[in-house]
């Protein structure tokens, strides 16, 4: 009797042992996360400037560590690819689905309360001559609350290798809400208004206010994996220096733009 005792004992012990074994590895397991998306959007707009006036697909993957208290590290690879022939103004013909930009980026955030927080390191590359390569350092710190979520983000272009000046620095002030009309819907509003010193403008004046952006994006969750969403944007050149000197591009100081996007997350 005494002897089954201990065997049963010994095997609730494996098992408990086993138990706990398979809950750390879950635990493992669900800190890590895979993120694949993809935008076809009408128009390529960055920083309230046209790079690419005709539609584009911009797939996007992001690899990440979940380390709860100590935050998450992420990476992500992104690009922006012709859906047509055409670039902007240029006539000349090239193969649909040409690639026009590639750029890295490595990340770390984490939260305090209700305050985001994210710092990374941007690395923009441009295949086939497309455009200079140049690298980025940029923070980012969001105050959530149920009204309204402001943020604030700063990128400063460290290091430029057509050895331009070095001291450009590009900064948004923006505000956004989500909320659920429905079930699996979320609609998110938003305005951001940024700035950009001579450095990075390349401007006459000083400091300029480059872009302000209001929009409003929706996503649906199909399922725990998919999300299907539209977004659409209005953004305009406040600064009348930069309208003067087209910043914008394309003779544009204004433009609506959007699209449909589709992410899968494992």
């Not at 690419?52 to 993957?61: E, H, T």
């Not at 193969?95 to 980026?105: K, N, P, R, S």
Request: charged letters at 15%; proline letters at 3%; glycine letters at 8%.
């Amino acid at each position: 009797m005494k002897a089954t005792i201990a065997i049963l004992a010994v095997a609730v012990s494996f098992a408990a042992a086993a138990a706990e074994t398979n809950e750390v590895e879950r635990a493992e397991s669900s800190a890590f996360s895979i993120e694949a998306s993809v935008d076809i959007l009408s128009d390529y707009i960055w920083r309230g400037k046209i790079c690419n006036g005709n539609p584009v697909w911009q797939p996007s993957v992001t690899l990440g560590y979940d380390a709860g208290d100590f935050g998450k590290v992420s990476a992500n690879v992104w690009a922006s690819m012709d859906l047509t022939h055409r670039r902007g103004t240029m006539n000349a013909s090239r193969h649909a689905c040409g690639i026009q930009e590639l750029d890295y980026t490595l990340s770390y955030a984490n939260s305090f309360g209700p305050v985001d927080i994210e710092i990374g390191h941007i690395w923009y590359s441009f295949p086939y001559g497309n455009g200079r390569s140049t690298e980025e350092l940029y923070g980012t710190v969001a105050y959530n609350n149920p009204i309204v979520t402001p943020s604030f983000t700063a990128y400063w272009d460290y290091l430029d290798t057509a050895k331009n000046d070095v001291s450009a620095v590009y900064a948004t002030f923006a505000l956004s809400h989500e909320f659920e009309p429905m079930e699996k819907l979320t609609v998110t509003p938003s305005a951001a208004l940024s700035f950009a010193n001579h450095a990075y403008t390349g401007s006459s004046g000083g400091t300029e206010a480059t872009d302000f952006t209001i929009g409003v994006a929706a996503t649906y969750a199909v399922t725990e994996w998919l999300s299907l969403g539209a977004q659409v944007n209005y953004t305009w050149t406040p600064s009348h220096t930069l309208r003067h000197e087209g910043y914008m591009g394309e003779g544009e100081h204004q433009i609506v733009w959007g699209g449909v996007n589709a992410t899968l997350k494992f």
